[in-house]
């Protein structure tokens, strides 16, 4: 009768636990693939536009030229082909200027990117535009190179970015 009640007892606190959410498995080694085929490196789960790669831009610009504009829809075309169909688009800028300037500024160029995205084949609901402004700078501004790797946008796809 006790190893009854310690079954029941047993049964009944199993029945009771939380079931977790499963976390997303990662990217599928064809994913991965792809991704390191465009320039995109790991960084923890997600992966991000390589930093050589990195989309670059002039003094209060936000307007991709033609080649960046070309080369972001390959990019674009060659991760919705391995159903990563979306990504987080970060605008960034250099510490010239007003903060909130840098703000919209940091908007306005991640938002020519994702356009560039979409125009590849992702999605406009599975992207994320953010600006950063001068938050999150790579190098000193207090050089002109400096200042100028810090203008800049990074794409990064994360697993939930998938099919």
């Known amino acids: 009768m006790r190893h009854f009640f310690l079954s029941l007892a047993f049964l009944a606190l199993a029945a009771c636990q939380t079931v ?15 991704l390191k085929q ?21 003094v209060e610009e936000s307007a991709l030229i033609a080649d960046q504009r070309v080369a972001i829809g390959r990019i ?8 990563i169909r979306g990504a987080r688009v970060e605008g960034h800028t250099d510490s010239t200027g007003a903060a909130s ?18 125009e590849g084949g992702m999605a406009r609901p599975a992207m994320r535009v953010v600006g950063m402004g001068a938050r999150v700078p790579v ?16 794409i990064i796809v994360s697993p939930a970015d998938g099919a």
């Not at 674009?76 to 159903?83: F, G, I, Q, R, T």
Request: glycine fraction near 8%; charge should be neutral; hydrophobic fraction near 45%.
């Open 139 to 154: 190098e000193s501004n207090r050089s002109a190179d400096g200042r100028r790797e810090n203008r800049r946008v990074v």
């Open 101 to 118: 300037y840098n703000e919209a500024l940091s908007l306005r160029r991640a938002g020519a990117v994702a356009d560039a995205l979409v």
């Open 38 to 58: 465009q320039g995109f490196e790991p960084a923890g789960e997600d992966w991000q536009f390589g930093m050589a790669d990195r989309l670059l831009f002039a």
């Open 76 to 83: 674009s075309a060659a991760l919705v082909a391995v159903d």
């Open 20 to 34: 977790q959410p499963q976390r997303p498995a990662g990217f599928t080694a064809r994913q991965v693939a792809a």
